[in-house]
């Protein structure tokens, strides 16, 4: 099963474009200078325990997975609820999308190992996603 087909799954009765606003506001956030974006979230999730797992997206090697009630924990209450209000669904269907999108998400976003430097992420991630997630 793909991760698409994972993210897809994980939303409420197989929703029409769910996934896709799901991974646009995922975007915004890592996007998102208020909050640090990629690199603010790669910190929250090092500052919360969750290093190793966090590590393993960025580097090189094989993808730690993530839980979903590790992601209701890292993301907490407001940030949670934004999403869960912004898309739609409940918060247990966006932190599990979450879970299975977030590792790849950010590994694809991360080459060689480092957290990319510049203004544009959502342009270079929209860009490196496009034949992993859209046909």
């Known amino acids: 099963m793909g991760l698409f087909d994972?993210?897809?799954?994980?939303?409420?009765?197989?929703q029409t474009g769910g996934s896709n606003a799901l991974l646009e506001t995922v975007m915004?956030?890592?996007?998102?200078?208020?909050?640090?974006?990629?690199?603010?979230?790669?910190?929250?999730f090092q500052q919360g325990g969750l290093g190793d797992i966090v590590n393993s997206w960025v580097s090189t090697g094989q993808n730690l997975p993530i839980s979903?009630?590790?992601?209701?924990g890292m993301l907490g209450g407001?940030?949670?609820?934004?999403?869960v209000s912004q898309l739609g669904m409940n918060s247990e269907q966006a932190?599990?999308?979450?879970?299975?999108?977030?590792?790849?998400?950010?590994d694809s976003m991360t080459p060689n190992g480092?957290?990319?430097q510049g203004n544009d992420l959502m342009a270079q991630g929209m860009e490196m996603l496009k034949g992993k997630f859209f046909a």
């Open 78 to 83: 407001s940030s949670l609820g934004n999403l």
């Open 28 to 44: 915004q956030m890592l996007n998102d200078p208020q909050s640090g974006g990629l690199q603010g979230l790669i910190q929250s």
């Open 95 to 106: 932190s599990g999308g979450l879970a299975a999108m977030l590792p790849q998400l950010i």
């Open 68 to 72: 979903a009630e590790q992601i209701q």
């Open 6 to 14: 994972q993210v897809a799954g994980a939303l409420a009765g197989g």
């Open 114 to 116: 480092e957290v990319p």
